[in-house]
């Protein structure tokens, strides 16, 4: 061993489980030998499938076994080096004082096996990719102990020591769900990804694979002969369809709770030295600590019903990822007004003030949509005399979408509140946003061709995130007011 590698530490590797658990990495890059493999066979080429088959699982194998091999990491006085790659070496280095915290995950076959998967935040986190480095398999009693290091260890600016570390396991909770609470959001959070799927498939291939929900001979088969259900559906086809639609949203909400529950159980967020530390996961267990300096903004999401009901969302807006590419950090999936005021004041943020005036976008946002939009109103009424349905369907989507855009008009306001910007958005995805003056990186100021038509302008704020940069728009307003707004957000930097 070089003398500059015995400063560094001493080297470790993954835990020799990681022989088992890597294999789900290389079975998820080869989906091109399963193809592979299944034409093979579809054409009845048997011996050259199972020579395939040994070929991938050699390579599998060797891969797996390769990477553990030449993987090393080593915690020194200054920094963490983690050495990697077969043919192409990686010697990466992560000094302390760049390390924002460290995030330890379990999945259930590394809870199964006592493993454990950690990564480093840095100040240099963006994207979706483990640019900073990590761990993907050692044991859950070594991470917990490099965790408790590395904060130790780090300098001045975010310096956490080890007896801190213990105390945040036992430090107050700002916030927590219950199973309750967690299956309401799952109500909250159905699957429209689920339902779209499913009814593509119903009018795809629906009747040839018998999945048709929208049939009358769907229900049938799946009900018994003398069922009052059976007997109301088979007489009329709008009653077919109208169980197919009630079966399709029920399994929505089925989907959005199933993974809601997986992902939010035992949802609990602590107050720590280091940050926000948030805790979650059935299956996939996630330990996250959100640095209060590296958050940027402050997001409050709902709809129609959540609102009425008094519920919401609060995410925050964070120079880290989040759940591999978002920036969005997710602390309170489902709380009332109240809780979220509290973790807002563990950020030392002012509440909310519902008495500071706002103003309201441009009636331009609505007209510059209606006007073109009612231009398609005359060729669908000639439609719907020839084509009845299809010309109804289609006055119908555009009188949706116009009445959604003055609702959304109606709602959008916005505020200067002394050192932030308050924004509120949206009729059916209604969001609020807070956006403290000194996260502003940039103002942009836009003017079309045909908003010049309405004498206003888009005003776009930049902010940095673990995206790598996000954005905040007030989409219309006077131009005037649009570079005031402009001039007054970038004050703190002119």
């Not at 080297?11 to 658990?21: D, G, K």
């Not at 891969?63 to 990686?90: A, C, M, P, Q």
């Not at 310096?159 to 916030?175: L, Q």
């Not at 330990?287 to 995410?315: C, F, H, M, Y």
Request: net charge positive; aromatic share 8%; with cysteine.
């Amino acid at each position: 061993m070089r003398t500059a590698d015995i400063a560094v530490g001493t080297p470790e590797r993954l835990h020799p489980l990681y022989l088992l658990t890597g294999l789900g990495s290389w079975l998820r890059q080869m989906i091109g030998g399963y193809a592979a493999i299944g034409c093979s066979a579809a054409t009845g080429n048997w011996r050259t499938a199972a020579l395939l088959l040994a070929v991938m699982a050699v390579v599998m194998v060797g891969g797996v076994f390769l990477h553990w091999r030449r993987f090393e990491y080593r915690v020194g006085v200054n920094e963490i080096r983690i050495d990697s790659g077969i043919l192409k070496r990686t010697h990466r280095s992560i000094p302390f004082d760049r390390i924002q915290d460290v995030d330890i995950s379990q999945g259930p076959i590394l809870r199964l096996l006592g493993l454990a998967r950690v990564k480093f935040e840095t100040g240099g986190s963006a994207g979706g990719k483990d640019d900073d480095g990590a761990l993907a398999g050692i044991a859950l009693t070594r991470a917990e102990t490099l965790r408790d290091q590395v904060r130790s260890l780090r300098g001045a600016g975010g310096v956490v020591t080890a007896s801190e570390a213990d105390a945040a396991s036992n430090s107050p909770i700002v916030f927590s769900m219950d199973i309750r609470r967690v299956l309401v959001a799952g109500v909250f959070n159905f699957s429209l990804a689920i339902i779209a799927a499913l009814f593509g498939i119903t009018q795809t291939i629906g009747d040839v694979a018998g999945f048709d929900l929208f049939a009358r001979r769907f229900w049938r088969q799946a009900l018994d002969a003398g069922s009052p259900i059976v007997d109301l559906i088979l007489p009329y086809h709008l009653f077919a369809v109208l169980a197919g639609a009630v079966l399709l949203i029920a399994i929505g909400l089925a989907a959005g709770v199933i993974r809601t529950v997986a992902r939010e159980f035992r949802f609990r967020l602590d107050r720590t030295s280091a940050g926000l530390r948030r805790r979650r996961g059935l299956f996939t267990l996630t330990d996250v600590t959100l640095p209060i300096r590296r958050i940027q903004a402050a997001i409050i999401a709902s709809g129609p019903v959540r609102d009425n009901l008094g519920w919401s969302e609060l995410k925050l807006q964070s120079l880290a990822s989040d759940d591999g590419s978002k920036g969005d950090h997710v602390v309170a999936p489902l709380a009332r007004e109240y809780e979220i005021a509290s973790i807002l004041g563990e950020l030392d943020w002012r509440p909310l003030d519902t008495s500071v005036p706002t103003s309201r976008i441009s009636r331009a946002y609505a007209w510059s949509f209606t006007a073109p939009a009612a231009l398609l109103l005359i060729p669908l009424v000639i439609l719907s005399l020839v084509m009845p349905w299809i010309g109804a369907a289609g006055l119908t989507v555009v009188a949706v979408l116009i009445t959604t855009r003055w609702l959304c008009w109606r709602r959008f306001r916005y505020a200067l509140d002394t050192d932030r910007l308050l924004i509120r958005s949206g009729w059916w995805r209604r969001r609020r946003i807070i956006l403290p003056l000194s996260s502003i990186q940039s103002a942009d100021v836009t003017e079309s061709i045909f908003s010049r038509l309405f004498g206003v302008a888009a005003v776009t704020f930049g902010v940095a995130s673990g995206r790598g940069y996000s954005s905040h728009r007030i989409p219309a307003v006077n131009r005037e007011i649009a570079y005031t707004l402009r001039r007054q957000a970038l004050a703190a930097y002119l």
